[in-house]
């Protein structure tokens, strides 16, 4: 499965964005994807993970701002990220894999290039 993130850019505080990442190689409903943010000297975290049942997942500082959702015919998982801070400022990944767990603690199999967001104060 080879995924591609993109969807990031510039925006003000309090703005929105919404991330794609869309899938090519094998179907995507089977497996749980999730998506990961890294900002500069920071650890990888965790941001939302949706299974193949379409459960989420979401770190609480995102619980309420940001919403994960797929569309498995179109192979895409989307990020839709409302009320941005400057805090969420990072690289934004997304990877996937059949096990939810592997997933949940940053060890999926697949991964995409990122995509950078920025938040303007």
């Known amino acids: 499965v080879q995924l591609q993130a993109f969807g990031g850019g510039l925006v003000q505080a309090g703005g929105s964005l919404r991330l794609s990442c869309a899938a090519s190689?094998?179907?995507?409903?089977?497996?749980?994807v999730g998506w990961f943010r890294q900002a500069p000297g920071k650890e990888r975290e965790m941001v939302a993970v949706?299974?193949?049942?379409?459960?989420?997942y979401y770190a609480n500082s995102m619980k309420g701002r940001f919403t994960i959702s797929r569309d498995n015919a179109k192979n895409t998982v989307y990020l839709q990220m409302n009320s941005l801070k400057p805090e969420d400022t990072a690289v934004y990944y997304c990877?996937?894999?059949?096990?939810?767990?592997?997933?949940?603690?940053?060890?999926?199999?697949?991964w995409g290039q990122g995509t950078q967001v920025t938040v303007s104060s």
């Open positions: 990877a996937a894999d059949p096990t939810v767990s592997l997933v949940v603690a940053g060890r999926g199999v697949y």
């Open positions: 190689g094998r179907p995507f409903g089977s497996y749980t």
């Open positions: 949706i299974s193949v049942s379409s459960s989420t």
